[in-house]
């Protein structure tokens, strides 16, 4: 009995440490998100709260939270297409209250996209913060024509080109068919059909591919030594190789480019609300998002976010988007139940394949 | 007299309290809430059931234990060739070099080892890449005219990973061979054999426990190594422990990542109880030995 | 070829250096079949590193090893028949007794039948018919003993080489463990050539005895040769107890020599060692056995008759070391010269006392004087176990 009384005030005592000094940010966010520069302006402004940066991507925020039931952070920012089957099937968001954030700046075409994938029973779990997309990189002096996601697949390259094996690639292939997999989420045996022929393409296909990149550094370092000239990327990856030889350009596939939005969600369980309102109005006003921008190489979601990026950057986005990309742009769909599962075992299966 | 039984019996408790704690709490449970985890099924978003479905629809896919048995196939060939290199090293410093460059030598083989995984796959990557360290190297010496791809092959795969664990072999052999009386290795001369039957007559089964405790380490560190054949595999290597990662993270399904986590324990503990019954050790006598 | 295969084993001016160190020099003997000969010398003196050379585990830097008179320099150690007892035995930990002697037979690629035949025979021989299936730390120390011994005789080799093998024993064991190696070997009849730093371990159970010292043979000879007719003074000191002083000689008629010691007492001697006879005014040293002083209470009747010629000194009994029949006396003589006398006790009213004055008496024949050069060296005789 004495020692059930010593551990639980122990625990109590640890409890009480942790909220009784100044409040605490808890970020989960993606690198470049929160950069010093931007914290440090923040805590000038708020000096009684601390931010606390935990970098993720979107599965491992997804998993971290899960974990939790949606505790130990106060603010996530998971991609759009991440928080509908997240929250409907582990609950670990709680709703926005949008009357806390200053939405006045925010570019309302992606607002309204956000709103729309995450309101779940008539409330909304997210609002959008930057957005970027993934397409296509080429180096123009060596693979000029690479057009379509199919193109990394031409025997021209054999050896020559790279991607990451994920959904992303699955999606493009779908749309280089021919197919439009979103509007199959509806219909999963539809979406099969297509995900099998998406596999088999891509299993033809293994043989042009160098090796799949696991991240932003290996793609880097194979696309600057030459050893691949074109590949699957993430828009801010080209940007910044462009920086450093301007022959590496980003192409938006002709099927359009896929387009994500990195959102603000409030995990289920966050204790600081009011420090995470304050932290999503600070982050959008346009001189922060300069600073943002900068950091992470991708556009915010606010009205004349294009001027706002770094030169070197305007310059790379005017180099590979026209309006017409930017009307093309494929919004990431709500990923509906049980198809990460089925694209899980497509990439599993076109992994497993063998080829020379 | 009973109290005082009593007395020593309460402190060997008290001594052990933080070590089956710590057992309890850090290895016990864990493992009970994965096998947990992996029979309970999803069968709808927020409904579960419990059954061994995970383990059928493990059974039934082709993908998932030929990647075991690729893992575990890889992983002995990997413990194979550590056993192998690390033996006449283990050798050598325990029975050869000197008291004064036995210490020099064992540093060097620790070095690596104050490098993390990552930092070492990476060293890999920068030696072995088309325009890496060795490929130029080849170019300039004029041996061959093109790049050459060393990375994103099994080979690969298998000489970082018997890079990242032949200390693990080295080790325990040095410990054990250290004890060997070298009177020992010339009465096998003396007594009419040759180097060869010295070799596996004596010096091997003397050093079998730390043959097989060196195994045992290295068989479970590589089957249970995710980075380097990560990094270092090709578009068709796949690693068991990677689809762990995959089921848990990217495809949020936590009960098949449980039951592969419960049927990678399961699967190497039973090969290292074959080892141990082929080389007729028990693990009281090796890894508690060396 | 020599014309007779007598010898088991001839080193035929064998050396060994280590660099600028000589362990071994020049060091040249035969040992007839069957016979068992002991190596003695100190810790360092490089009988160990000549016995390596035997075994072949070691090159000599010069000279020749024969075994049944044929040369093994360019054999290598696994295929001479020369087997070894080690220090420690060196016996096989993971296998269990049978597979130890079973070992060089399988060496031999002998037959399973074979096999078992021979070793459940020398088990037999070596009285342990029942201890095939034990392992090696089940055995007490002299069964290891006589399994290591049983392990190289299953081989049925020509020269037995033993290293120390009774110095981890403790001292009961070690006396039995004598006799018992004694008998082994001539149950066996096979050479065995037995290396050790105790002089009793030797000359109690050898044949003959080399006596080697800093990396050479000083005197090979039997054991009673050894010890009443050493021909160097290291011999002289290292074989049994001595009595040693430094001495001048006076007069020399052939080889008796009339001698004074440092502190001028004269004394009657005789000249001993290869060197040429000594001369008047040569330097040398004197070596007595205590069992040869004859220790006596002064007498006021005077002095008893005694037949030839004799050295006499008075003294004054110092201590008394008693070890029943072998006891022995520390005299205090002349200028506090200290002289060791072997007497009698029997704890009657004869026995001498401390403090009481005696007469010391010896015979001049065992009042041995060797030339002082280079002849100082060797170990305390007093540090050797008895």
Known sequence: MRLKATLVGALAAMLMAGTAQAETLRLLTWGGYAPEEVIRLFEEKYPDINVEVTLSNNEEMIAKLRATGGAGYDLAQPSHDRIYAAQYEYNIYKPLDLSKIDLSNVEPKLLAGVKENTTIEGQVYAVPHQWGTSGLMTDITKAPDIKSWGDLCDPKYKGKTSMRLRRTILLGTAFAMGEDPFSAYSDLAKYQQILDKVADKLIACKDNIKAYWKGGDDLSAMMLSGEIVASETWDSTAFKLYSQNPNIRFVPPETGALAWIDTFAMPRKAQADAAAYKWINFVLQPDIVKLMSASTGAMASIKGAQELLPADKQEAVKAAFTAEDIDNLKFFANIPPGVEDMEGKTLEKIQAATSN | MRSQRDIRRLSLFLLLAPFALWIVLLVALPQLGMLFLSLREKIAPRVYEYGFANYVSFAGEPIYWNTLLRTATMSLLVTALALVIGFPVAYYIAKIAGRRSRGALFLLILIPLWVSDLIRAFGWILLLRETGVVSSLLQWSGLVSGGIEFLYTDATVVVGLVYTVILFMIVPLVSTLDGMDEAMIEAGYNLGGNGFTVLRRIIIPYAMPGIVSGCIVTFMLTAGSYLTPILLGGKNSSWFTAQIYDQFITRYNWEAGATFGVLLLAFTSVVVWIGLKLSGQSLSTTVARS | ?386
């Not at chain 3, 299936?133 to 290891?144: M, P, T, Y």
């Not at chain 3, 065995?192 to 159970?205: G, K, N, P, R, W």
């Open chain 3, 1 to 386: 070829m020599t014309e007779t295969a007598s010898y088991d084993l001839q080193c035929l001016g064998v050396s060994k250096n280590y660099g600028a160190v000589r362990a071994v020099r020049d060091v040249s003997f035969d040992i007839p079949n069957g016979s068992f000969f002991s190596i003695l010398g100190p810790s360092g003196c490089g009988k160990t590193t000549l016995m390596r050379m035997i075994a072949g585990f070691e090159e000599p830097s010069a000279g020749d090893i024969r075994i049944k008179d044929r040369s093994v320099l360019n054999t290598p150690p696994n295929r001479r028949n020369v087997k070894m007892v080690f220090q420690h035995l060196a016996l096989f930990p993971m296998m269990n007794v049978y597979e130890n002697i079973a070992y060089g037979l399988r060496c031999n690629r002998m037959s399973k039948a074979e096999i078992e035949r021979r070793v459940s025979d020398v088990l037999a021989r070596i009285e342990l018919p029942d201890v095939a299936d034990r392992e090696i730390h089940q055995l007490s120390g002299g069964q290891k003993q006589r399994i290591a011994i049983a392990r190289c005789m299953v081989l049925d080799p020509d020269v037995l080489l033993l290293d120390e093998p009774l110095g981890a024993l403790d001292l009961k064991l070690r006396e039995a463990m004598k006799i018992e190696l004694k008998l082994l070997q001539h149950q066996f009849n096979t050479t065995f050539i037995y290396i050790t730093h105790d002089q009793s371990e030797a000359l109690v159970m050898s044949d003959y005895v080399a006596i080697m010292n800093a990396g050479r043979f000083e005197q090979i000879g039997t054991p009673q040769e050894l010890y009443h007719k050493p021909k160097t003074a290291f011999v002289a000191g290292f074989v049994g107890d001595a009595n040693r002083w430094p001495c001048r000689v006076v007069e020399a008629f052939g080889t008796t020599l009339r001698v004074e010691t440092e502190i001028g007492l004269p004394l009657t001697g005789v000249a001993c060692g290869r060197n040429p006879p000594m001369q008047a005014g040569a330097h040398g040293e004197l070596f007595v056995r205590p069992e040869f002083i004859r220790a006596e209470r002064v007498r006021t009747d005077g002095s008893p008759e005694r037949a030839g010629p004799l050295n006499v000194i008075p003294g004054i009994i110092d201590s008394q070391l008693f070890n029943g029949a072998k006891s022995r006396v520390l005299v205090r003589g002349p200028q506090g010269m200290r002289i060791e006398a072997d007497v009698t006790l029997t704890g009657g009213e004869e026995d001498l006392r401390p403090g009481e004055k005696v007469e010391l008496s010896w015979p001049a024949e065992q009042t041995r004087c060797f030339a002082a050069a280079g002849s100082a060296t060797g170990a305390d005789p007093g540090a050797e176990p008895a």
